[in-house]
């Protein structure tokens, strides 16, 4: 309401008194100190253990699925699984069928060569195309969680194409 | 103008309205004269498409005093006003201020006529006077006056009365009449960005949502970095924020009121909502719901929270954007093989492609005054930030880089300002990301200066 210009008032215009801006209050962090919860499950390449009971059982059915090949990669812009992906999941539903207790969260993730939300749209048909497969080769969906980081959740740092080839996945996880 | 017309302008501090009446009486003949005319952003942009101005790039050479009271009790706090301003307008690429270590005499009465002799010999083209001073209510009281040093003319005054918590935003309010008068386009220095603060290494980056004014000061946390916050955007009113936040491992749009720092959840669906924006009535909320590995694009009528499904492909449609009047919204797809911008009515209807060139487009935002569209490209391995017509035609590419990404309108549609990142290294360094703005005619890329890293900046609308 003030200090806009007002056309009557070509040469002379006031400001009526002024508050500052709305502040948000409270809720102020603090020192980035806990990076827990999301981040830690998935930034660490290849150990995506479950944290929550650890079990030596648990602990062993993931390694499990991890010595399997937990992960799948893709082209750059694509979520068509490669004939490469669709052996590694081939895998994956031998696994799930022997153990059918198993549910998994299917992340899709993608590289950093896009921008951050088309990517996490590509990152979640990663996630579904890997889904899809699974279901039809017989795996119950309701076991099935997807979730997509898009460019958020890196497993490998680096700017080239060897880590770009790497990010580019979808990976499996034992909830 | 006499100098009895400007003591006249002491009797601001009596009321707002009566002084309308007053000046309008008693200065109506200046303002026949006055040369620079006042036109809306709007009224321009019918007629001054995109032209590139050139001749602005040669910033005016301002005078700017110390806003010193006749007292002397409020010094530091008319200095620092005058140094915001300053600031401001340094900032822009607009403007020039002069070091006061050239000034002559500053005016010991800064409601007289300056001499202009003083100030032409430094250059000045402008000369911006002003005092601060504390009143009963212990309130600081400022008062402007801007003369056009060459044509020997007041060119605009004011005053104001604010806490001592106030004298950023008046400071701002000052700085953006002097922009106006100058350039005719709104001023943008009383505006605000909220945005992503991220810290930490690249593999875990902490991610925290932030607000702060346009020149990086105010700043505050809104967010505690225990869960993912992405893109983050402002209403028109400049009292909520729409963002993407990862709470509970699910990722969904949430509502943050800026003033109580709470967030609601911004309804339940089966998949994930993200690159929400608010239409500019405030109504209703555009966002992508992504289904079974699909995303489209819906519309959230705000007040009864039901959604309607604006696209229906089996491909990725996201990022819209509304035009001014809400009419038309812009969104990037793949469904012609790669990532291309698009235009449809705001029912979803009549959608048709707008960008031709090469490359991949994303994150189309509309320019509030409606007649240019900004844009990412992507192209050999290289990210540009963009303008186009709204039309598609006339496409301009204003900034480069590794990866530069999600420009946002300020609200004047003159600047724009987005982020930039660094390559990361494979030792884990690396990926730093930083706000940058720049002139809609490509020059003045400039850094804002934030506490941490920074991207998915947004900039608000003029503040209410």
Redesign the interface.
């Known amino acids: ?30 020192t ?1 100190a ?7 499950s998935t ?2 390449s290849g150990s995506d253990a479950s944290d929550t009971s650890d079990t030596s059982e648990e602990m062993t059915i993931s390694e499990e699925l991890i010595s399997i090949g937990d992960r799948v990669h893709f082209d750059f ?1 694509s ?1 068509e699984l490669t004939s490469e992906a669709k052996s590694t999941l081939g895998k994956q539903v031998t696994f799930l069928s022997s153990n059918p207790s198993v549910r998994i969260t299917i992340e899709g993730h993608c590289d ?7 990517n ?3 990152g ?6 890997t889904r ?1 497969y699974l279901v039809s080769q017989g795996i119950n969906p309701a076991r099935i969680k ?4 898009g460019k ?1 959740r ?1 497993a ?5 194409e060897q ?1 770009w080839k790497y990010n580019r996945r979808a990976v499996s996880i034992i909830n | 103008m006499k100098s009895k017309d400007i003591k006249g ?1 002491e009797m ?1 501090l009596v009321s ?1 309205i009566k ?2 009446s007053i ?2 009486r008693t ?1 109506g003949m ?2 026949a004269v ?1 040369a620079l ?2 036109s809306s952003a709007f009224a321009q942009a019918d007629t001054d498409v995109i032209t590139i101005t050139e001749g602005n790039v040669e910033p005016t050479p301002i005078a700017i005093t110390d806003f010193i009271g006749p007292d002397g009790e409020a010094t530091d706090i008319g200095r620092e006003i005058a140094s915001i301003i300053s600031n401001d307008l340094e900032g822009s690429g607009l403007f020039r201020p002069l070091s006061q270590a050239a000034f002559f005499d500053p005016p010991s009465d800064v409601t007289e006529r300056p001499d202009f002799a003083d100030w032409r010999p430094i250059g000045a083209s402008a000369l911006l006077i002003g005092k601060a001073f504390y009143n009963d209510a212990s ?1 600081i009281e ?1 008062e402007f006056y801007l003369w056009d040093v060459l044509r020997s003319e ?10 001592e ?2 004298k ?3 400071s701002h ?2 700085a ?2 002097v922009y ?1 008068k100058w350039t005719g386009d ?1 001023g943008y220095f ?1 505006t ?1 960005i909220v945005y992503v603060a991220e ?8 991610k ?1 949502l932030a ?1 702060m ?1 346009q020149d990086g000061h ?1 700043h ?9 916050v ?2 983050p955007r402002f209403s028109q009113t ?2 909520e924020i729409a963002y ?1 936040n ?1 709470f509970n ?3 969904n749009v949430y509502l943050l009121d ?4 709470n967030s609601e959840l911004l309804g339940s669906f089966p ?2 909502s ?2 929400p924006r608010f239409s500019y009535s405030g109504k209703s909320l555009i966002m ?1 719901l ?1 289904r ?4 489209n694009i819906y519309a959230m009528d705000l007040s009864t929270r039901q959604i309607t499904q604006l696209t229906n492909t089996p491909f ?1 449609d ?2 819209p954007s509304y035009s001014p009047n809400d009419g038309q919204i812009v969104f ?1 797809s ?1 469904r012609s093989g ?2 291309q911008l698009y235009i449809m009515n705001s029912d979803g209807s009549n959608v048709r492609r707008l960008s031709r060139g090469k490359g ?1 487009y ?2 189309p935002v509309w320019s509030p005054r409606g007649d240019i569209i900004a844009f ?1 490209k ?1 192209l050999r ?1 290289q990210f540009y930030i963009g303008i186009m017509n709204a039309d598609g035609t006339g496409e301009r590419l204003l900034a480069k880089g ?2 530069v ?2 420009p946002t309108w300020a609200p004047n549609g003159r600047v724009l300002m987005y982020f930039k ?1 660094n ?6 360094s ?2 730093e990301s930083y706000l940058y703005r720049i002139d809609i005619t490509g020059f003045n890329e400039r850094r804002i200066i934030t506490p941490e890293g920074a991207s ?1 900046p947004a900039w608000s609308p ?3």
């Open positions: 309401m003030f200090l806009r210009l007002s056309s009557l008032l070509a040469a002379i215009f006031l400001l009526a008194a002024c508050e500052t801006a709305p502040n948000a209050t409270g809720d102020v962090a603090g980035a806990s990076g827990s919860s999301t981040s830690e930034a660490s812009d979520y950093e060569r896009g921008t951050r939300e088309y996490l749209a590509l979640e048909s990663r996630a579904a195309a899809d997807i979730i997509s980081y958020e890196p490998v740092i680096g700017s080239n880590a | 302008l601001i707002y002084l309308v000046f309008a200065l200046l303002m006055l005319s006042i309130m400022v007041l060119i605009a005054a004011g005053s104001g009365s604010v806490s918590k106030g950023r935003r008046i309010q000052i953006d009449v106006k709104d009383d605000r810290s930490g290494p690249a593999a875990k980056r902490i925290r607000i004014d105010n505050i946390f809104l967010t505690d970095g225990s869960s993912l992405l893109t400049v009292q993407l990862y491992d699910e990722p800026i003033q109580s720092a998949g994930m993200f690159a992508s992504a079974s590995g699909v995303t990725i996201t990022s990037n793949d790669s990532q991949r994303a994150t990412t992507m391995g590794f990866l990404e999600a990142q390559p990361t290294n494979s030792d884990g690396g990926g998915d003029f503040l209410p």
